[in-house]
């Protein structure tokens, strides 16, 4: 069976059993208490123990299966110490490996596949404790769309007793999601999600025009649009530059698969080619199924619209 499924359900198959590797990683690394934070070059924006580790468990073990993929991580990987064998997964998730594959993704060949992978996302919330906030996302792309995704919560459900820790969602675009039940955010209101790491004028000016009921101020691209197919928020709204191809990548799929959209500030959507240059200079506009993605982008300011090129 393993051997017969197509490309893209094997490698989500594998990318949820690596990224529930990664997670138990990202766990160990703040259980021990020493997170090892390295300012980067940009300003707010830390590495950590478990961003470096939980990219090595992830990014060995995806081009051990897949040896012939092009694989780009948020970090730079300088050690030359060996990755220990229990961070390579060979494990996979045998129930995706029995899904139905749209046409499209039936001849899908391992030259064409970029996986773009932000091995802890949310690291400015991870590193404050906010652990809800944190996720692992792993995005596939044939070509330059963004066609499947996985997003691990490490901790999810970390403060209720007696309920599994972690869980792992997925989706593909044209066979559909699992790992989590998909609900509308209420009707009759408009809340919004956005960047409580990251914020600035620019980005609050966006949300003051959209005139929202409520905003939720979380951390990581990958929490938020679970805040949307979850239905706690209606709209993702970050007109900034600041995240990345490996931000929206995973979450993008999910969302899609789902009936939602995530495009930049003018409403296009991100190329997840290999060749493109990372930084999603035009912002984040995600929403989700049946919301109005033309009203938001409509209220963007337009100088600061014009800004986000
Ligand atoms: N200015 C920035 N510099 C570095 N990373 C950013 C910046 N803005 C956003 N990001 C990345 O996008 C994610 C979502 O942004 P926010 O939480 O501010 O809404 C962040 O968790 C961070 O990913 P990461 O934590 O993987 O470095
Ligand atoms: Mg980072
Ligand atoms: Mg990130
Ligand atoms: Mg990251």
Known sequence: MAQTAPLIPRLVASSIAIANRAGEIIRNVMSKGDLGIVE?????????????S???????SLSKQFPSITIIGEEDEPSDSPVPSDWVVSEVDQDILRLECPDNLQQVSAEEVVVWVDPLDGTSEYTQGLLDHVTVLIGIAVGNRSVAGVIHQPYYNYQKENEPLGRTIWGIRGVGVGGFEPKAAPEGQRIITTTRSH??????????????????????????VMLLIEGKAHAYVFASAGCKRWDTCAPEAILVAL????????????????????????????TGKGENHEWYLEKVPEAIRKKLV
């Open 40 to 52: 980067k070059t940009g300003k707010n924006d830390l590495q950590t123990e478990a961003d470096r």
């Open 54 to 60: 939980a990219q090595r468990c992830i990014i060995t």
């Open 199 to 224: 914020s600035t004028p620019e980005v609050q000016a966006t949300l003051d025009a959209m005139k929202p009921d409520n905003i939720l101020r979380v951390g990581g691209a990958g929490h938020k």
């Open 259 to 286: 009936g939602g959209k995530l495009t930049d500030m003018h409403g296009k959507e991100y190329s997840y080619d290999k060749n493109t240059p990372f930084p999603n200079k035009g912002g984040v506009l995600a």
